[in-house]
């Protein structure tokens, strides 16, 4: 029996300056899934995903991860094992050395210098980021600072990834590694994206959304094929599907 | 532009390191603890974007020239003073270290004279009391008036530590009246639009993005619930009264010669017919206290073979000595000597490059 | 603008020299931040007349440089571009200052002129020596010595932040910049209303990117303490390295070495 492993119950949340970003959102993602999910630009995806490890706090009803709410004093123990890997990479690579980045969430949870260091090795090998261990994040390229941004996530072993925007600004190579990287992850898996071509070949269920709230939900063939949905929420077929 | 090395003696260098150090120490210590996880982020993208904002010139009205922002006070606002200090310093060192503007002894007085004088003195004792007195919520031309007053204090006040700090040291022989005609009018311009820049600033965060603006450290300023004895102000306004005396009495009084000159030649008699006044008297009794203190610190610094630069006469007396035991043969081995140590230390840092080269191979 | 991004190159290319292993990678940061500032005191302690006993210090910066395998032409360069201020103040000296107080030749020369060629020269060694220090130890190693010599951690993280961003940042500013004057036609100084809301639109994009690296950090559980782990050790070399270099500095000020020199060459040194 799969337990629930990221669940949400009338999420909503407004900005302080009134504006109403999330309205009662109800889903529950299952431990191993890969759900995408889509929508237009403020559709309010990003900020979803802020609430998933309590960056934000709901304005009205709850999240709950693997079966306990996120409130104060849960904070560290979800921040443990929900990752959250944000849009811009260099907002999350603020350590002088990638060594450094990765290893600032073992060292933060208090874990003895050597069980760190086999953390951050294993992390950077996992991504393919070893070599760059010594150098300072602005002399990363985009999909290199990616690479790293994930790695630093991943060292703190969490259960569950949250990706924002995992391919924006990378390079058809770069992408391409990212997407085999993320196949070979069994982590249960977020993605919020505009990459619809990678929602295609990562994920196995799709929630789409529109202005705050949760249009449609199912496989990526449902959604696909359903062109008025696809219309009313600004979006397209993902390039691999359209006829040319 | 900072001080530099070049222009500073070790007496005075060690003395405002101490002086910016205690200061910094202090400034570490108050920041506030239960808000350091916001602080350290929010503290490195501000001194960043302080030292981006400095490499972006404005032209100043009516001059012609340009300048750019020092930030100390718009700092202080958005971070609190003991923050604001700590990033000024960090801003003040990259530039030290990287861009050679300001050395690394002179880092101290730079510190000083950017950091401490506007976010431990101009900040504390006339932005905020003002700002307290001026009410819950000030209309944008009185807090666009405070943030000038605040900030032209504040740079009047860095622009004198350059100039003590110079005199002091002795290396440069500018005079001090020459300096001091040099350093306030332009820092005065500066100061303004410094304080019209900060207060635009502010304003427009603000307006744009309140809550951004209430989650800073230091928010916008809250009635007092009872009016508090305005000690702070008080001492603020007295910083600033014994800034526009000591100033204006400066140039009142210790540029006798140039005055008169100027004063010769426009009206033919070499003094003014003035009449005495309450003002007068009282401003020259200031005068003379200052002026005291400046001709005695210098008489006691003045070393043989130096000019004294406070007056005219003390230049005649010194001038008639002359650089001991120098001679024709001394000088010629002073530039022999010269040229071959430069000759020694290229070739040494030449040899260390091939051996360097050579073993890589 | 050009001179932002000429700043920028030059901000990211000395800190990657100090990446490279070098003989000096190899001494203790706190041993070369001590030497260097004891260095700058013994420069700055000579009266203001004296040029030639301050050559041999010269040693120091290029003896430094060569074992970090630095450019001298680099250091020159940036030597050059920074002397207006210190050029600026002396300047008046040889104007003020015009009583001869040697003799070359045969010429008077003027005091003046005497300490406006001692101010140059300070600044050429005091100068050198700081970007010597950096570019051969690195920002990060420069950081971490002045946080075990004692400075305040606020301070120091600050720094290292500080570093960070503001590459990232003066890159923005450099974008902005460049996009007016693509529609100005206009370089240089910007009018004051223009300058404000530049300003302002990078101010506010600065306090955002705060907020998200704020998330970013709590998001892998910091609570405000940056636990580092670096880890110095001081060594004997160490030791070594900073008493050759303190003797040495204490020998130039007490003797004349360049006097020496000169006598010796002339053949009156009996």
Redesign the interface.
């Known amino acids: 029996m799969s337990h629930h492993i990221v669940e949400t119950r009338a999420l909503s949340y407004a900005y302080p300056d009134g504006q109403q970003a999330l309205q009662n959102l109800n889903f529950s993602i299952h431990h191993g899934q890969s759900v995408g999910v889509i929508g237009s630009n403020g559709a309010g995806k990003s900020t979803l995903l802020l609430h998933l490890n309590g960056v934000l706090k709901p304005t009205a009803g709850e999240v709950r991860i693997g079966d306990f709410p996120v409130c104060k004093a849960t904070l560290t123990e979800v921040r443990r094992t929900v990752g959250l890997v944000f849009q811009d990479p260099d907002d999350q690579l603020f350590m002088p050395t990638v060594y450094d980045d990765v290893a600032f969430g073992p060292i933060n949870m208090g874990l003895p210098a050597a069980e760190v260091n086999a953390l951050v090795v294993h992390a950077l090998a996992t991504v393919g980021a070893g070599y760059l261990a010594q150098r300072p994040p602005y002399r990363l390229s985009g999909g290199e600072k990616r690479a790293v941004a994930i790695a630093a996530v991943l060292a703190m072993s969490p259960s569950i990834l949250v990706m924002d925007e995992p391919s924006a600004g990378l390079d058809p190579a770069a992408r391409r590694r990212l997407i085999n990287l993320l196949k070979g992850f069994n982590h249960t898996k977020i993605i919020a994206t505009h990459d619809l071509d990678l929602v295609l070949d990562l994920c196995s269920r799709v929630l789409v959304m529109r202005e705050g709230s949760i249009e449609a939900d199912g496989s990526p063939e449902a959604i696909f094929a359903d062109a008025e949905l696809l219309e009313r929420c600004h979006l397209e077929l993902p390039l691999s599907l359209q006829r040319r | 532009m900072h001080m530099a090395d070049a222009l500073l003696s070790p007496a005075v260098g060690v003395t405002f390191w101490l002086a910016s150090g205690t200061a910094l120490a202090w400034s570490a210590r108050k920041v506030r603890h239960d808000d350091r996880a916001h602080l350290v982020p929010l503290m490195g993208v501000l001194g960043a974007f302080v030292f981006a904002a400095m490499m972006i010139n404005f032209t100043i009205p009516g001059t012609g020239s340009s300048g750019h922002i020092g930030g100390g006070l718009l700092l202080s606002i958005l971070l609190g003073p003991h923050a604001a200090l700590i990033v000024i310093a960090s801003v003040l060192t990259v530039q030290a270290l990287f861009f050679a503007d300001g050395g690394i002894l002179a880092l101290g007085a730079n510190i000083f004279n950017v950091g401490v004088c506007t976010c431990l003195v101009a900040y504390p004792l006339l932005y905020r009391p003002l700002l307290a007195f001026a009410g819950a919520s000030p209309s944008p031309r009185r807090l666009g008036a405070i943030t000038v007053l605040a900030a032209v204090v504040g740079l009047q006040l860095g622009a004198l530590g350059v100039v003590t700090e110079t005199q002091l040291s002795g290396i440069s022989s500018l005079p001090l009246n020459t300096f001091l005609l040099l350093m306030q009018p332009i820092h005065l311009a500066i100061g303004l639009v410094e304080g019209v820049a900060s207060a635009a600033l502010i304003l427009f965060m603000r307006q744009a993005r309140p809550d951004l603006f209430a989650t800073s450290v230091l928010a916008s300023p809250v009635a007092p619930k009872r009016a508090p004895f305005p000690t702070r102000l008080i001492a603020g306004l007295g910083v600033l009264a014994l800034l526009v005396a000591g100033v204006f009495s400066w140039f009142a009084s210790v540029q006798p010669d140039g005055l008169q000159w100027s004063i010769t030649r426009t009206t033919g008699h070499p003094e003014l017919q003035t009449t005495e006044s309450a003002l007068h008297a009282s401003l020259s009794a200031v005068q003379k206290k200052l002026a005291l203190f400046v001709n005695y610190k210098f008489t006691l610094d003045a070393k043989p073979g130096t000019p004294d630069i406070a007056t005219r006469s003390g230049a005649d007396k010194v001038a008639k000595q002359v650089w001991p035991a120098v001679d024709a043969g001394t000088s010629l081995a002073g530039i022999i000597g010269g040229a071959a140590t430069l000759t020694l230390v290229m070739g040494l840092g030449y040899l260390l490059r091939r051996r360097k080269a050579r073993a890589a191979l | 603008?050009s001179?932002?991004n000429t700043?920028l190159r030059?901000?990211?290319s000395?800190?990657?020299l100090a990446?490279r292993p070098?003989?000096l990678s190899a001494i203790d940061p706190r041993a070369k931040i001590l030497a260097?500032?004891g260095f700058?005191?013994t420069?700055?302690?000579f009266?203001?007349?004296v040029?030639?006993a301050l050559?041999?210090f010269?040693?120091f910066p290029?003896?430094m440089?060569?074992?970090g395998?630095i450019s001298?032409r680099m250091i020159a360069r940036?030597?050059l571009?920074?002397s207006p201020?210190?050029v600026m103040?002396?300047l008046?000296?040889p104007w003020?200052?015009q009583?001869p107080?040697?003799?070359?030749?045969?010429y008077p020369i003027a005091?003046?002129w005497v300490?406006f060629a001692?101010?140059?020269i300070?600044?050429c060694l005091?100068?050198a020596?700081?970007?010597v220090?950096?570019a051969s130890t690195g920002?990060?190693q420069?950081?971490v010595g002045l946080r075990r010599l004692g400075?305040?951690?606020?301070?120091t993280?600050?720094?290292?932040?500080?570093?960070?961003?503001?590459?990232?940042?003066?890159g923005?500013?450099g974008r902005m910049?460049l996009a007016r004057e693509l529609r100005s036609g206009s370089r240089?100084?910007?009018?004051?209303a223009v300058?404000?809301s530049?300003?302002?639109h990078?101010?506010?994009r600065?306090?955002?990117?705060?907020?998200?690296?704020?998330?970013?950090?709590?998001?892998?559980?910091?609570?405000?303490?940056?636990?580092s782990?670096q880890v110095l050790a001081w060594r004997g070399r160490d030791s070594l390295f900073l008493l050759v270099c303190w003797g040495g500095f204490l020998l130039a000020r007490q003797l004349d070495?360049?006097?020496?020199?000169?006598?010796l060459?002339?053949g009156?040194l009996s």
Request: glycine share 8%; with cysteine.
């Open positions: 603008m001179s932002i700043a030059d901000f990211d000395l800190d990657a990446t070098t003989r260097t500032l700058i005191i420069v700055v302690s009266d203001r007349y040029v030639a050559l041999p010269a040693l290029v003896a440089a060569g074992l395998e001298l940036k030597l571009i920074a201020f210190a103040v002396g008046f000296n003020l200052d009583k107080v040697l003799q070359l030749l045969g005091g003046g300490s001692s101010i140059l300070r600044f005091t100068v020596a700081a970007l220090l950096v920002f990060h420069v950081c400075l305040p951690q606020v301070f993280t600050q720094l290292l932040f500080l570093h960070r961003y503001a590459l990232v940042l003066a923005e500013a910049s240089g100084a910007l009018p004051l300058f404000g530049l300003l302002g990078l101010l506010l600065a306090m955002e990117r705060a907020q998200r690296i704020y998330q970013a950090m709590v998001a892998r559980g910091f609570d405000g303490e940056l636990r782990r070495v360049t006097h020496l020199l000169g006598l060459l002339l009156h």
